[in-house]
């Protein structure tokens, strides 16, 4: 078991990279559930829409495997809760779609946005030490926010289902973050901001 505490009583930084590595990897894999879920109803109720999400999930498979391939050198390890971003996911693409393509693509908005979010953090904070790393998330968050624009480009209409929905899918993803390293994505947050300050 690793110690994340160095002999200053900080953190080793090695931990913080390992848990990064965990919960994007983790949080990819999520994403291909909800796309998976979502062009499965969509071929049933808005079939137009299905190759702009395959594309997405193209993405998606490809960042997952991106984010696995950089683990062993790493020594880091998939996240053990798993089945929470498969159900969780799957369950978030299958209940927006029922709602519409609007739906859809305010789901996409809120997950991307904070995912988002959260990659800006690691950036900051692998900017002074894994180079490879930041370099790999920088590449993946260009497609990332490229979802994002596709999302916001292709809403209908942003009214109460956007100002409810999207608080809400945030939230959740934040939630499902925050489980997959068992709380620590709460002190991740604190020592990236420190690393910003140094």
């Known amino acids: 078991m690793d110690n994340p505490l160095s002999n200053a009583g900080r953190r080793d930084r090695s931990v913080t990279v390992r ?13 291909i559930r909800i796309y998976g879920a979502q062009i499965w109803m969509a071929r049933r109720l ?21 984010f696995r391939d950089a683990m062993p050198s790493r020594k880091a390890r998939p996240c053990r809760v798993m089945a929470f ?11 927006t779609a029922l709602g519409g393509r609007n739906m859809v693509w305010i789901c996409t908005e809120a997950v991307e946005s904070t995912v988002h979010r959260h990659l800006e953090d690691q950036l900051a904070f692998l900017e002074a030490g894994d180079s490879e790393l930041h370099g790999l998330i920088a590449s993946i968050q260009e497609e990332e926010l490229a979802h994002l624009r596709e999302a916001e480009k292709n809403q209908t209409a942003r009214g109460m289902s956007h100002t409810l929905l999207l608080p809400v899918v945030a939230a959740l993803t934040d939630l499902m973050i925050w489980l997959s ?14 690393s910003k300050q140094t």
């Open 85 to 95: 971003w498969s159900l969780g996911g799957y369950l978030l693409g299958f209940l």
């Open 46 to 66: 808005f079939p137009d829409i299905i190759p702009a999400l395959r594309e997405m999930r193209d993405d998606e498979i490809k960042h997952c495997r991106l």
């Open 19 to 31: 848990r990064i590595l965990k919960v994007n990897h983790a949080g990819e894999f999520g994403a």
């Open 181 to 194: 390293t068992w709380g620590d994505s709460s002190w991740m947050r604190a020592e990236m901001a420190r």
